[in-house]
């Protein structure tokens, strides 16, 4: 059982590099666009629900909570960097996020195998799109594609850790599964109304506008 954790966590890790091999950075822009219907899609269909379900109404403050703890972290890191400290967020958020998709996996696989390969694909299946959005961000914010493979894929690998501390310290650490989602929901809120959505409203380019919606419809179907 612990040999299948591991296994399927190192691949979900794995999927943080699609966007090197799959984008076309000519068009970063429209991978933004996509990036931000995406997020808001897991922060509101999602991560918010999760919590909810796990927490109940708490789950609410605790996303306010994230919105503005991460205003204050980009409001600092904003003196030096605007744009990477977008980036930055990204990464801290995506890590957080990869960490309790590791404890997802591992609680699953301690129910039933089949659960674990279950639930496994679906972390897959909705890890895609937000990995390849959040790609697209770091490019943005002026890494080179090499630094932003090898900064996603370090992000990616905290769902290993998630399930490694899964294993070690069992239902105390899936307790704290529901305040991070909270947390992580206002994050990515956050990102997409102060960062991504404005940047693509300066453009005003239709484009830009189907591909966010788009990105919201397939957000939600995954």
């Known amino acids: 059982m612990i040999v299948e954790i591991f296994i399927a966590t190192i691949i979900i890790s794995f ?10 950075f000519k068009y970063a822009r429209l991978f933004i666009s996509f990036a931000a219907g995406v997020m808001l899609s897991v922060a509101f269909l999602d991560l918010l629900p999760e919590s909810v379900s796990l ?17 204050l972290v980009e409001s600092f890191l904003g003196w030096h960097h605007h744009k ?8 801290v958020g995506d890590a957080l996020h990869n960490f309790v998709d590791g404890i997802a996996i591992a609680a699953a696989f301690f129910v039933s195998p ?14 895609i799109p937000q990995e390849l ?3 697209s961000i770091l490019i943005n914010s002026g890494y080179s ?7 996603n894929l370090v992000s990616g690998f905290t769902a290993v850790i998630g399930a490694l501390l899964f294993v070690l ?15 992580i929901s206002g994050m990515f809120i956050y990102i997409s109304a102060t960062d991504l959505l404005p940047e693509l409203l300066q453009k005003k380019k239709v484009e830009n506008i189907i591909i966010m919606l788009i990105g919201v419809a397939i957000g939600g179907l995954l």
Do not use: M, Q
């Open 55 to 71: 927490r109940g109404e708490e789950a609410f403050p605790l996303a306010l909570s994230g919105i503005l703890l991460f205003f």
């Open 169 to 183: 310290g069992g239902s105390y650490v899936e307790g704290t599964s529901p305040y991070v989602l909270a947390l």
């Open 145 to 151: 594609k090499n630094k932003a493979l090898l900064l």
């Open 84 to 91: 990477k400290a977008s980036g930055l967020l990204v990464l």
């Open 133 to 135: 959005g959040d790609f």
């Open 15 to 24: 999927i943080s590099t699609l966007g090197f091999f799959i984008l076309d």
């Open 114 to 127: 089949e659960l674990g390969f279950s639930t496994a694909l679906a972390v897959a299946l909705h890890e």
